[in-house]
């Protein structure tokens, strides 16, 4: 493949990253201006420039989304214990443990209770940290648990999706998931319970083909990207190239699929006030 | 008797297919010993049949889920169903015609039919994008399936499906939004539904129509998170026939594997050969389950289903879970 000749530094566009290079510098991936670490990370892990919203892991999720001190973390006692015995170039024991070393965390969710400007809330957020924030067994069951403790109290449940999609090492056993925690959620709603999903930067595959899509309110963080099939699949399909800005937020927005783009320093107010439209 | 379309391990079969074909002209073919004749020859050939079909590896069985000649939904539909009354349109979009929908008699038994449907000939497996479905072929599926439940009819479901359809328009108009939709709602339908995996359950676009109070595979149907090719292309960096092989392994995409992890309530006997060698026969085991079926599950009351079928579902999944540490109050 030809390409133009690149003549200096300042016309690369570097790749998006997933995790953001150690340094007290680094370089915004979409605007390409260097910015101050610190700075980023205070503003929310957005950047100071362009307002590039970073990945964030699930961690600082709740700690941006909740109250200072407010979140109760629940379901720590379940494991992930390689059910298919999974080889591929790496058994999947490995592959967990490293992630568990590298993370300090058992899977790949957060959930808990927690307030939110002073309003009760039941959150779960996807770690993208662990494992691409892949739906397995014990994230399936976490969330499934979460949904039925916030439809017994009647909590507004806030699920916060950020994930590669189904846990292909959990084959079959995470397809179910999908449908487990879909059915909770009709539970929920016959239940009258407010439901509010967040989409981040990337939801793809059985998450948003299954909770993820379910919200009663569907927000989503601004350019994050958001999609059944990857880009990758579907270009191979239809062997055309994708139309710009195709599976975005802002896409899904004008597609009618999400109610509201909404920049991550706003999402505790437009939470709180989600909430106290639907009297919770 | 002999297959215009065999899979590579079937190949030991066609020297004695064409033996035998030939002596059925009354020619006698001169490689064969006088001491055979037709009958053990075809003893013989059952003899092979059943040893290559009882040793298929998981991608063998794959492979026998896409054999060309094997039953589609509209096969089994023509031959179980009496009466069929197609119903089309998701009264949204347009006509998905890779999910077929429609009211039938299934024995004695009224129901709703909902099946994928890859396609015969060329033209309808281009319109049918080989079994891979829309939004509005999940959303049209759904529609119907409500209009079940009002009338108190059972649902049938067909799942026959390499996966939903990954394009520009199915990602605009909400591909995931409505394989959702279908989960949580069919979860809730106050009616029995069965649903079978006929050939191929590929991931989210198979369960769009699978969530059901009792789900069964064919012998050699797959069922899975993902495509074997899928899963090597992304696990083994690359989609071979070796890589293919070990995927479709790893994955516990066969009927056997599903069952053993609770994924599905029976697997359903194929002809010896698999269903593409005696449709009919395979057709007639499929009746006859869903009939079983049906007749237990009409004698649960309707207002109870959804329950049972959450618990079914929220059973799934395998995980190691520890006691809470005890409150330190």
């Known amino acids: ?3 133009a000749p690149v003549r200096s530094w300042t016309e690369l566009k570097p790749a998006r990253a997933t995790r953001v290079p150690e340094g007290l510098w680094l370089r915004c991936p979409a605007c390409a201006q260097m910015i101050y670490r610190k700075q980023m990370e205070s503003n929310l892990h957005c950047c100071p420039e362009c307002d590039h919203h970073f990945r964030i892991g699930a961690v600082e999720r709740v700690r941006q989304l909740l109250d200072d001190g407010s979140f109760v973390s629940m379901f720590t006692n379940l494991f992930t214990n390689d059910p298919l015995k999974f080889v591929d170039s790496r058994p999947y024991k490995d592959r967990l443990a490293k992630e568990q070393e590298r993370t300090g965390e058992d899977e790949g969710v957060q959930c808990g209770e927690g307030f939110i400007k002073g309003r009760a809330v039941m959150l779960c957020v996807l770690d993208l940290n662990f494992f691409m924030g892949t739906l397995s067994s014990v994230v399936g069951e976490k969330i499934t648990r979460s949904i039925e403790y916030a439809t017994e109290r009647d909590l507004p449940m806030v699920i916060v999706s950020a994930s590669g999609g189904a846990r292909m090492q959990e084959s079959g056993l995470s397809l179910m998931q999908m449908a487990k925690t879909a059915a909770a959620l009709a539970r929920f709603d016959d239940a009258g319970g407010l439901y509010i999903s967040v989409l981040t930067d990337p939801t793809t595959g059985g998450v948003t083909a299954s909770f993820a899509m379910l919200g009663d309110v569907i927000l989503a963080e601004p350019r994050a990207l958001i999609g059944f099939a990857g880009p990758r699949v579907i270009k191979q399909t239809i062997r055309q190239d994708l139309p710009e800005g195709f599976q975005t937020s802002e896409f899904l927005l004008d597609a009618g699929m999400v109610d509201r783009v909404v920049p991550r320093r706003e999402l505790r ?11 919770k | 008797m ?21 002596l059925e002209r009354g020619e006698r073919p001169d490689d064969l010993p ?7 020859l075809r003893k013989e050939h059952t003899q092979l049949l059943r040893r290559l079909y009882s040793g298929l590896t998981p991608w063998d069985t794959v492979r026998v889920a896409r054999h060309p000649k094997r039953p589609q939904s509209r096969d089994y539909i023509s031959m179980i169903c009496k009466d069929f009354c197609e119903l089309h349109g998701d009264r949204r979009f347009r006509e998905d015609p890779a999910i077929i929908t429609g009211f039938g008699r299934i024995g004695s038994i009224k129901c709703l039919i909902v099946g994928h449907h890859k396609g015969r000939d060329t033209q309808e497996k281009l ?5 891979c479905a829309h939004p509005e072929g999940y959303r049209k599926a759904l529609l119907k399936m409500q209009l079940a439940a009002k009338f108190r009819l059972p649902i049938v479901t067909f799942v026959d ?6 394009g520009i328009g199915a990602e605009q108009r909400g591909q995931a939004e409505a394989i959702a939709v279908n989960l949580r709602e069919m979860s809730r339908l106050k009616t029995p539904i069965v649903s079978i995996v006929i050939g191929e359950g590929g991931s989210g676009g198979a369960l769009g129509i699978a969530v059901a109070d009792r789900v069964a595979m064919l012998e050699h149907a797959w069922y899975s998170v993902i495509s074997p090719e899928g899963c090597a292309a992304i696990l083994w960096k690359e989609a071979n026939e070796k890589n293919n092989n070990a995927a479709a392994e790893a994955l516990h995409l066969t009927a056997r594997e599903n069952k053993r992890l609770g994924i599905i309530d029976a697997i359903i006997k194929e002809p010896l050969g698999g269903a593409h060698r005696d449709p009919l026969k395979s057709a007639d085991n499929l009746r006859k389950w869903i ?4 007749d237990e599950l009409r004698r649960i009351k309707p207002e109870t289903l959804p329950a049972r079928r959450y618990e079914r579902f929220r059973n799934l999944g395998k995980f190691t879970e520890r006691p809470l540490p005890a409150d330190d109050a």
């Open chain 1, 1 to 3: 493949m030809s390409r």
């Open chain 1, 269 to 279: 107010n437009e939470i709180a006030r989600l909430i106290d439209f639907a009297n």
């Open chain 2, 2 to 22: 002999a297959l215009v379309y065999t899979l590579d391990f079937e190949k030991p079969l066609n020297r004695l297919e064409a033996q035998i074909e030939s």
């Open chain 2, 34 to 40: 006088p001491e055979k004749d037709a009958s053990t």
């Open chain 2, 127 to 131: 319109a049918c994008h080989f079994g």
């Open chain 2, 161 to 166: 499906t390499p996966g939903a359809y990954p």
């Open chain 2, 291 to 294: 009939i079983e079926q049906l």
